[in-house]
C-alpha cells in the first residue's frame, strides 16, 4: 500500500489486511439470511405474522449497513490499487442486474398469463412504459405506474436497490476522497437527516410507494456510510474485544424485529437503526464450524430469494386461485408453502441463472483487475459480491 492510500485513510499508516480466518464474514452471512426471511415472512398476506414483526422495517437498514460494510471490505483494498469509480459501478451493476431482469421478465409474464385468462391490462401503454423504465433500474413517475402506489409496479421489493445504487455511486464519487474525518463527518449528517426523518409524516417506515419513498431516503446515508464506517474501525484492530457470538447476533436482531413497542413510535426506530452498525461490528466472531457451510449458502442465495419472492407470491396465489384454494384460507399451511417456493427458487435461479449471467457479463464488461486482494469472497450484503 502506499504512502498516499494510508494518508487517505487518515492514520497515517497502512490498514492491516484482515486475518486469514476473518476473511470469510459467516456470521454476516447468517444475519443477512435472517434479513431475507423476514422480508419474505413480511410480505405473506397473512397478517397474524405482520402483527409478530412491528420491526420488519429495521431489516431493509441492516441490509445497507450490510452493503456499506462488505462493500468497503470487498473493494477499499481495490479502489488503493486500480479500480476506478465508474468500474466499480460496472461491478455493482453485474452483480445487481441479472436477477433483476429476471424478476422483472416474470413479472411481465404474469401479467400476460392474467390477460389469456381473461383479465385484460386496463391501460396498456402504462403497462409498457413501467416495463420500459423498468428495465433500466429506474423508478417510475405517479402518473407512469400500472401500480399506482408503487415505485417499481413490477418488483416493490427492489425500491431498495434503488437506494443501493444511489449510494454505490456517492461513494465511488467520493472514495478517493474519503478519509476517516470525512467519513465521520458524513455519518453525522446522516444521523442529523434520521433524526429529522423520524418527525415527518412518513416516519423511518417503508419505502416503495410514492406516498412514503422519503423514508428510504432519510435511512440511507446513516447506514450505508455507518456501515462503512464499522468496517474501518474493525480492519484497524483496535476493537477485536468488541465481539459477540454469533447466536447473540442473531438473537438481537430477531429482538428488534419483534420487540418495537408501539408507544415508542419513532423513537424507536432511531434507537434500533443506531444499533446497527455497532451490531454489524460485533458480528464478526464466527459461529461454530458445523453451521458455517450453511449460513455461507443462506447469505449468497439471499439476493434471489428477496429479487424473486414478489414473482414467487404472484405466481402461487394464482396458481392457487386456479383450483379453487384461495391462499388466504391455507393458513400457516399456504405460508409454509410460500416460503419454502422462495427460497426454492431462489436457488434454482442462483445457481442456474445468476452465476452464469454474470460469469458472462464478467468477461465482457468487468474492468481488468491486477489479482485477487482480500474480501473478493462472496460475502454479506442486499446484494453480497
Known sequence: MTAGTEARHG??????????????????????????????????????????????????????????????????????RDLSGAGFIRLRMIRIYPLYFLALVLVAVFTLLLVLAGHPIAQPGIFLASLAIGLFVLPTTQALSY?????????????????????NILWAAIAPRLTNRVLAGIVLIGFVILLWGATRPWGLNGGAGFDNWQAGAVRLIFTYFGGLAAYRVWISGGV????????????????????????????????????????????????????????ARLGAVSYAVYILHYPVLLFLT???????????????????????????????????????????????????????????????ALTGD
Open 11 to 80: 492514520e497515517g499508516h497502512a490498514r492491516p489486511s484482515p486475518p486469514a480466518d476473518e476473511k470469510f464474514l459467516y456470521t454476516l452471512d447468517a444475519l443477512r439470511g435472517i434479513a431475507m426471511t423476514v422480508v419474505v415472512l413480511n410480505h405473506l398476506p397473512d397478517l397474524r405474522i405482520h402483527h409478530l414483526m412491528p420491526g420488519a422495517d429495521r431489516v431493509v437498514d441492516l441490509f445497507f449497513v450490510l452493503s456499506g460494510f462488505v462493500l468497503a471490505h470487498v473493494y477499499e483494498p481495490r479502489f488503493a
Open 147 to 167: 401500480r399506482h402506489h408503487h415505485l417499481y409496479p413490477f418488483n416493490g421489493a427492489a425500491w431498495t436497490l434503488l437506494w443501493e445504487v444511489l449510494a
Open 240 to 295: 477485536r474485544w468488541f465481539r459477540i457470538p454469533a447466536w447473540l447476533s442473531a438473537a438481537i436482531l430477531v429482538a428488534i424485529v419483534i420487540g418495537r413497542p408501539s408507544s415508542w413510535g419513532g423513537l424507536y426506530d432511531v434507537m434500533a437503526i443506531l444499533a446497527l452498525p455497532p451490531l454489524v461490528l460485533a458480528s464478526t466472531r464466527d459461529p461454530p464450524p458445523f453451521i458455517r457451510a450453511f449460513v
Open 318 to 380: 394464482f396458481a392457487l386461485a386456479r383450483v379453487g384454494l384461495p391462499m388466504k384460507q391455507l393458513g400457516m399451511a399456504g405460508n409454509a408453502l410460500f416460503v419454502a417456493l422462495a427460497f426454492v427458487a431462489g436457488l434454482l435461479a442462483d445457481r442456474y441463472f445468476d452465476r452464469p449471467a454474470r460469469r458472462w457479463l464478467t468477461r465482457r464488461l468487468a474492468p481488468r483487475s491486477r489479482g485477487n486482494v482480500p474480501g473478493d469472497r462472496p460475502a454479506a
